[in-house]
């Protein structure tokens, strides 16, 4: 059973531009939600998407912005990015909510 | 009241010691426990749960021992190994309503050979 992909694994952009993380959750998983993994902040809940849905939204600016697609497949994108962007970008699939998370590999976004 | 508390920041232990990681919430509607590993360059992966109607749960070398009335939980690793050395998160969350995990700040324990 393939795991969690999260693509690209890694990422340098430049401040000001926009950024698109893509997340491709279990086969079957309804659920994706997204975290954004610093070593001064720790893990920070971004979104959960299911069935297409926004569910819940952590305290970030509008400049995260997510969807789900119809395959369960999501995409998280960053408009206008700072320097204080640059993290691990976590995305995480469970069959229906928050139990039993599997967290994909992340996608490492560095911001010059 | 939304923050799980995590402690040591760091823990460093000899080959087959015992491991203790502690945490603390303080939201009583957190209803599920998990503790995940994680290595560098990896994302966390779930290690072992706990719903607050038990007070332990085991797992291999992994325990979790929870205490409702205290708002604490603890993992303990027994016959630490040197790859067991990673970052370990505790996390809190509600199964019905919030769908989002609140995680601790994380501990980074190295297993001395």
């Known amino acids: 059973k393939a795991g969690v992909t999260q693509t690209p694994r890694y990422l340098i952009k430049t401040r000001g531009q926009q950024v698109t993380l893509s997340c491709s959750p279990i086969?079957?998983?309804?659920?994706v939600s997204w975290y954004q993994q610093t070593p001064g902040q720790g893990l920070q809940f971004l979104f959960e998407?299911?069935?297409?849905?926004?569910?819940n939204k952590g305290n970030f600016p509008g400049r995260f912005s997510g969807r789900q697609f119809s395959n369960s497949r999501s995409e998280m994108n960053v408009s206008t990015l700072e320097l204080g962007d640059s993290a691990l970008y976590l995305c995480?699939?469970?069959?229906?909510?928050?139990?039993?998370?599997?967290f994909g590999s992340g996608t490492r976004l560095t911001v010059v | 009241q939304q923050q799980v508390k995590q402690s040591p920041q760091s823990l460093i232990v000899q080959k087959g010691g015992i491991s203790i990681i502690n945490c603390a919430y303080e939201?009583?509607?957190?209803?599920?426990f998990p503790w995940y590993q994680q290595f560098p360059g990896k994302g966390p992966a779930l290690l072992i749960a706990?719903?607050?109607?038990?007070s332990e749960k085991k797992e291999g070398r992994f325990t979790i021992s929870f205490n409702k009335s205290a708002k604490q939980f603890s993992l303990h690793i027994m016959d630490s190994q040197p790859g067991d050395s990673a970052t370990y998160f505790c996390?809190?969350?509600?199964?019905?309503?919030?769908?989002?995990?609140?995680f601790g700040t994380g501990t980074r324990l190295k297993v001395l050979a």
């Open positions: 998407y299911f069935s297409e849905t926004q569910r």
């Open positions: 706990i719903r607050p109607d038990v």
């Open positions: 086969s079957g998983h309804r659920s």
């Open positions: 939201n009583t509607a957190f209803d599920y």
């Open positions: 995480a699939s469970s069959p229906e909510g928050n139990v039993g998370y599997t």
């Open positions: 996390a809190a969350a509600t199964t019905s309503g919030t769908y989002k995990y609140i």
